[in-house]
């Protein structure tokens, strides 16, 4: 994707989600791409910074479609999922949005739609591209929760420390403490993440 590519796309994308999402999550895509973009810039890759800003764009594109909407998008796009992802609009939207971005945009980069399919629950092995757009995600600057500030700073200043995965592990700590708070059930895979990076990181220490 060269720059003029990369621009119209980016134009087309935010025309798409204006039209179709309310004021809130409009705002909130465009901060994510904001927060994306701040992040992917401490690696100092330009292209992963175009990448960054496009899957944070695509994120929650599908957020205004009915959850049969989003499955009869998720079935077209031939995704496998498990029984309790395919049943809550809040689990399925990553997956429809990554349809939306391929069918509608013609995104063939596989690592910008993996990205976009994740964003949710993340997963073990994220790739560099998927872990910026899952703390985007928690953290853009719409986001307003107690502690918001705190965490924002803590996770920048491991990103200037050069450190992705202590960031990454700051934002899933906190999405399993705000869960928890909250007496929702939480996904087994956000506690496999949390160890699998406090592992990692102990490993380097
Ligand atoms: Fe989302
Ligand atoms: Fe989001």
Partial sequence: ???????????????YLKD?????????????????????????????????SIAALMHDAAKCL??????????K???????????KEGLLHGHASAHIAAEIFNISDRGVITAVRNH??????MSVLEKIIFISDYIEPGRNFAGIEELRSNVYRALFNSC????????VRDKIRTLEAMGVSIEKILFDINDALSKTLEKRA
């Fill in 77 to 87: 796009a031939g995704y496998k999922l498990s029984g309790g992802v395919a049943e």
């Fill in 20 to 52: 179709r999402l309310g004021e809130r999550l409009f705002l909130h895509s465009l901060g994510v791409e904001a927060a994306a973009v701040q992040i992917a810039a401490a690696s100092a890759n330009y292209r992963l910074i175009k990448r960054c």
């Fill in 164 to 171: 992705l995965d202590r960031a990454l592990l700051l934002v």
């Fill in 120 to 125: 949710t629950l993340g997963r073990l092995k």
């Fill in 1 to 15: 994707m060269n720059d003029k590519q990369y621009l119209i796309l980016r134009k087309n994308i935010i025309k």
């Fill in 66 to 75: 009915s959850l049969s909407e989003m499955k009869s998008s998720v079935k």
